[in-house]
């Protein structure tokens, strides 16, 4: 009676063994053969912060630290002849968009960059766009918006509506800036708009760097409105309409690529979630997925 079941078992163990020794085929393939030279894809979406990335276990999110980390680890891969940026990010810190400028400007020097802005690429989104050597635009794409902005809610009438009353012991007059409880004084006003007309200079000049464009250009379009990307354009703060794949396609000719280019996205799906989405596919899908996502570029398809 037991026959049967030690036959399936050692069926599936045999099975098992075999697909292990395929995948091991397959990797030592990989190591040993020359890898094509092909075009990363660097995914900058959401806020743009000063983290490591994303708020959950599969998001790439627009972490400073881990955008530029991608940059250099491209940058710095022989095998990758180009890079491009597909910005979807309204914008978010100024010292995070900065750090991500300053890499790109980094890359730049090695090897294209170019920035494909999605449906939106505005504030920060455009800061880090404008470092790239060509940037890419849909026609309906959201973007501009260069500009800094301080918010502070005075809620104190609301407070004093509620009885509380707020103690407050600071070391100096400026410690409490910004607080909710009570509305800013003038210096204190004076002195967030000073550090705010800073920044907003910083911002400037640094698409005025990355665009190449007269600084006194860039200032008379910088005052905080959006555009689309084909207002963009006419203004030349985008240089040509098209998707992803058109910035693709220009980022793989500045690199002297001929032929079809062939992609890798870096950072945009963790290990896990491409595990979970293999295990609805064929063992011979399973094999390819694996080999092209851990090993290699994948065919723009």
């Not at 599936?12 to 894809?41: E, K, N, T």
């Not at 910005?87 to 750090?99: D, F, K, Q, R, T």
Request: glycine share 10%; aromatic share 4%; hydrophobic share 45%.
């Amino acid at each position: 009676m037991t026959r049967p079941t030690k036959i399936a078992c050692g069926c599936a163990a045999f099975g098992c063994l075999g697909s292990l020794l395929l995948v091991v085929i397959l990797i030592l393939v990989a190591v040993v053969s020359p890898q094509p030279r092909h075009v990363a894809v660097i995914n900058i979406t959401d806020t743009i912060a000063a983290a490591s990335g994303g708020q959950g276990l599969f998001a790439a999110g627009g972490g400073a630290e881990s955008i530029v980390t991608e940059l250099r680890e491209a940058t710095e891969d022989d095998r990758v002849a180009a890079i491009v940026l597909r910005i979807n990010s309204p914008g978010g810190s100024a010292a995070a968009s900065e750090e991500i400028y300053a890499q790109i400007m980094r890359s730049r020097a090695v090897k294209p960059v170019v920035a494909s802005l999605a449906d939106i690429a505005a504030s920060g989104g455009y800061y880090v766009a404008s470092a790239s050597d060509l940037i890419y635009s849909d026609a309906a794409t959201i973007t501009g918006s260069i500009g800094v902005i301080f918010l502070s809610a005075n809620l104190s009438r609301l407070l004093d509506k509620m009885g509380v009353q707020m103690e407050v012991i600071k070391s100096g007059r400026f410690k409490d800036m910004g607080s909710f409880s009570r509305a800013l004084t003038p210096q204190e006003r004076a002195l967030i708009q000073s550090v705010i007309s800073d920044t907003y200079q910083q911002f400037v000049q640094a698409v005025a760097r990355g665009r190449k464009l007269p600084v006194a250009k860039v200032r008379a379009l910088a005052d905080g409105r959006i555009y689309s990307g084909r207002q963009a354009k006419q203004l030349g703060l985008v240089d040509k309409i098209g998707g992803l794949q058109d910035a693709v396609r220009e980022a793989a000719s500045r690199a002297g690529i001929t032929g079809t280019p062939q992609v890798r996205e870096i950072g945009r799906r963790r290990l896990l979630d491409r595990l979970l989405d293999l295990q609805s596919r064929s063992l011979v899908d399973r094999l390819y997925l694996a080999y092209y996502d851990l090993l290699g570029p994948t065919p723009v398809r």
